[in-house]
């Protein structure tokens, strides 16, 4: 099982560009969640999806977050303009109708300069 | 907002020493998890606990589930240098039904000295 793939690993971007961050999912997984991690907030739930179908996404933080899901093997989740306090590492996972327990991908540590 | 406090903050042992460490919450909980963050990865679930009192145990790791069902409990055995990283406790938000989305305590960094 390859697990939670995410790309890129890292992201360097400037101030008011667009940044789209990648997760495929563990096949057969049918919630996906996006995460984000800080320093001073430490991991917060941004959206859950549950069967392609965005169920919770009262983490988002404004606007400028959108997520989609397509179909069962893919998700995005972009920044459209970027801040540099958007600086993160931004993490999907995916669990089995919710599930007690998530697998997560490595991650993508974002720099917004 | 919810919480969960995690202590001690950061730790160094060294190689061979047992390490305690544990996961208060304000509100009851149902489901305890303990994850392991390696530096660059993401958490890695090491174990479950589904009830107060339950004891359960993963190779060196034994995790308790508080009996007042607000805290949890964490520990390695006979510490090596691979068990460096952020040990983080989880639960379900309880003010979300369904059990989908998890709080996550504020992580207890290890470090091993050899």
């Known amino acids: 099982d390859a697990g939670v793939i995410q790309s890129p690993r890292h992201e360097v971007t400037e101030m008011g560009q667009e940044v789209t961050l990648r997760c495929k999912p563990i096949?057969?997984?049918?919630?996906l969640f996006w995460y984000r991690q800080t320093m001073m907030r430490g991991l917060e739930l941004l959206i859950y999806?549950?069967?392609?179908?965005?169920?919770?996404d009262s983490g988002m933080p404004e606007d400028r977050f959108s997520a989609k899901m397509p179909n069962a093997s893919f998700s995005t989740l972009k920044i459209q303009p970027s801040e540099p306090r958007d600086s993160a590492v931004y993490f999907c996972?995916?669990?089995?109708?919710?599930?007690?327990?998530?697998?997560f991908g490595s991650g993508t540590r974002l720099t917004v300069v | 907002g919810q919480q969960l406090n995690q202590s001690p903050q950061s730790m160094f042992i060294q190689e061979g020493e047992d390490v305690s460490m544990n996961c208060t919450s304000s509100?009851?909980?149902?489901?305890w998890l303990w994850y392991k963050q390696d530096p660059g990865e993401g958490p890695v679930l090491l174990i479950a606990l589904y009830k107060a009192g339950e004891l359960t145990s993963n190779g060196r790791l034994t995790a308790q589930f508080g009996i007042t069902r607000k805290d949890s409990f964490l520990n390695i055995s006979a510490s090596i240098p691979s068990d460096v990283g952020i040990y983080f406790c989880a639960g379900p938000d309880p003010r979300t039904s369904g059990t989908y989305k998890y709080i996550f305590g504020t992580g207890t960094r290890l470090k091993v000295l050899a």
């Open positions: 096949s057969g997984h049918n919630s």
């Open positions: 509100s009851i909980f149902n489901t």
């Open positions: 996972a995916s669990s089995l109708s919710g599930g007690y327990g998530y697998t």
């Open positions: 999806f549950n069967n392609n179908v965005p169920i919770d």
